[in-house]
């Protein structure tokens, strides 16, 4: 049995439901469920997860703008230090956000996106023929799921399981463009 509760009668909703049916508990977020705790405004990338058709593409997209807001301030070890962190806060914050979702990697958590797209950014070279395919190629393969995305994203769960999954198709990404880049002139 699905239900959806608003964010102000989650905890009576969870207190009356079973340990079992607490895993198909649907709360159905808004800005004020977002505002509530800074780990939900967080996992839902800024609001961009609030989208109401492909919230995954949106928070994909919100990694670009703060891609070229660090890229001037940050050295690339820095970045990658950066990035680091932002994976293990992410973490924290995705887990945090599901279990107050009753769903542990619900589409509209989705900062996982956004750490694993600005990992792509990094390694991407320069030119919007580049950034384009990088985000062609880092959506292509966070939708499809090949082994062994699909494992990890099926088995793990909590906020690591949420972020580990984007991060394999992150990869998938970042050796297609370099496989395209070692054939062209």
């Known amino acids: 049995m699905m239900r959806t509760v608003q ?12 340990e079992h049916e607490s895993d198909e508990l649907i709360v159905k977020p808004d800005w004020q469920f977002l505002c509530k705790h800074p780990a939900h405004f967080l ?9 109401p058709k492909a919230p995954g593409t949106f928070g994909t997209l919100v990694a670009f703008p703060l891609y070229w807001l660090l890229l001037p301030y940050l050295t690339d070890t820095g970045f990658i230090i950066f990035l680091f962190i932002a994976f293990a806060i992410g973490v924290k914050a995705c887990d945090i956000t599901g279990k107050a979702l ?7 958590i989705v900062w996982d996106e956004v750490v694993a797209m600005l990992l792509v950014l990094f390694f991407t070279p320069g030119g919007w023929e580049w950034s384009l395919l990088a985000f062609a190629l880092f959506r292509f393969f966070d939708i499809v799921k090949p082994p062994p995305i699909r494992h990890f994203d099926k088995n793990w769960h909590g906020g690591l399981g949420v972020m580990f999954d984007d991060l394999l198709a ?12 070692s054939v062209l002139p």
């Open 102 to 108: 009753g769903v542990a990697d619900y589409g509209g």
């Open 170 to 181: 992150a990869g998938y990404a970042l050796l297609c463009m370099a496989l395209i880049r």
């Open 43 to 51: 996992a839902f990338g800024f609001g961009s997860g609030l989208a």
């Open 7 to 18: 964010p102000s009668n989650l905890k009576a909703a969870a207190m009356s439901t079973s």
